[in-house]
């Protein structure tokens, strides 16, 4: 049975919606951290509703942008093909070896974000981000969103991955990127074991950890096995007073987060090997 192009569609609006809605309404309902930060009806601060606008204007600007370039750039990686791709490759077997092939591309891609100072530059966009929750999972500057575009198109061309396989695999990181980031508390007894398959808030919330040890670990996206496999994981475990964002560095506004890659980079987390520096107020 082949996966059309109509399914998978209909499969990413769906999931996606569905996750969104579960966990944005879990994580209101009952926090893992109960932050002023964490808009709530009745309950909310100033603080909490600016930086609510800044995550949906960041995914808003995305949105807006796909249309005119990562989609344009994914239809077209997906429709050259230099005819090598094997026949036992069709049909849903052919499927589960992409996810896995683009799940491990965008692990060594998240990585990269966090070793490589350029790319740095953009992906700190999300990470200064001092709480986390489904909107943190959409909280992304639109150059990095077109770098990996544009890189990904590369992986695409490269296994000759059908614009369904990735629209399935999109579906699957939105889905995994909203569970990860969110707030909602999640019982022990269910988490730890789906922490040894799958990205889950207890290994993504020390991802976003203030400490720089803490952020250059567990770039999974989906699945957590790619992290042990590469000596990734962090040891350290979550906690509830866990200060999110980046080290030695505050949050910033909507206009000064665009420009953020362009300019100075004054307190910016170094790459893994250096030492920080000091922020500037």
Same mark, same amino acid.
């Given at each position: 049975?082949? +996966?059309?192009?109509?399914?998978? =569609? ?25 932050? !002023? ?20 204007? /960041? @995914? ?19 429709? @050259? ?8 490759? %069709? ?5 589960? #070896? &992409?996810?896995?092939?683009? %799940? ?11 070793? @490589? $100072? ?19 999972? #959409? ?10 575009? /544009? ?11 059908? /614009? ?9 990181? /939105? ?7 969110? &707030? ?21 919330? +020390? ?6 040890? &803490? ?11 790619? %992290? ?10 979550? @906690? ?10 505050? %949050? ?5 987060? =665009?420009?953020? !890659? ?13 030492? $920080? ?5």
């Amino acid at each position: 049975m082949e +996966v059309t192009l109509e399914t998978a =569609l209909a499969f990413k609006s769906a999931l996606v919606l569905a996750v969104f809605v579960v966990f944005a309404v879990a994580e209101r309902w009952r926090p893992a951290v109960d932050s !002023p930060l964490l808009v709530r009806l009745g309950r909310s601060t100033k603080e909490a509703w600016r930086r609510l606008t800044k995550n949906v204007g /960041l @995914f808003s600007l995305n949105a807006l942008l796909s249309p005119l370039i990562v989609i344009p750039v994914t239809y077209w990686a997906s429709g @050259f093909s230099f005819g090598l791709r094997p026949a036992f490759l %069709d049909g849903w077997w052919g499927l589960v #070896v &992409d996810i896995l092939i683009l %799940d491990l591309w965008i692990y060594w891609w998240h990585r990269a974000n966090h070793e @490589f $100072p350029i790319l740095w530059r953009f992906h700190q966009v999300h990470h200064l981000d001092e709480l986390l929750d489904t909107t943190s999972a #959409v909280r992304f500057h639109f150059g990095e969103v077109v770098l990996s575009a /544009l890189v990904r198109a590369v992986v695409i061309v490269a296994f000759d991955i059908s /614009l369904t396989a990735v629209i399935v695999f999109e579906a699957l990181v /939105l889905a995994s990127a909203i569970f990860h980031h969110s &707030d909602a508390e999640i019982p022990g007894w269910l988490e730890r074991p789906l922490a040894k398959v799958i990205i889950t808030p207890s290994i993504h919330w +020390v991802h976003h950890h203030a400490i720089r040890a &803490d952020t250059d670990s567990n770039y999974g996206t989906i699945f957590s096995f790619w %992290d042990r496999l590469f000596r990734s994981k962090s040891s350290t475990e979550r @906690f509830a007073e866990m200060k999110i964002g980046v080290e030695r560095m505050r %949050d910033r506004g909507f206009v000064r987060l =665009l420009w953020a !890659p362009f300019g100075r980079q004054p307190g910016a987390a170094p790459p893994a090997n250096d030492a $920080p520096k000091p922020a500037r107020r």
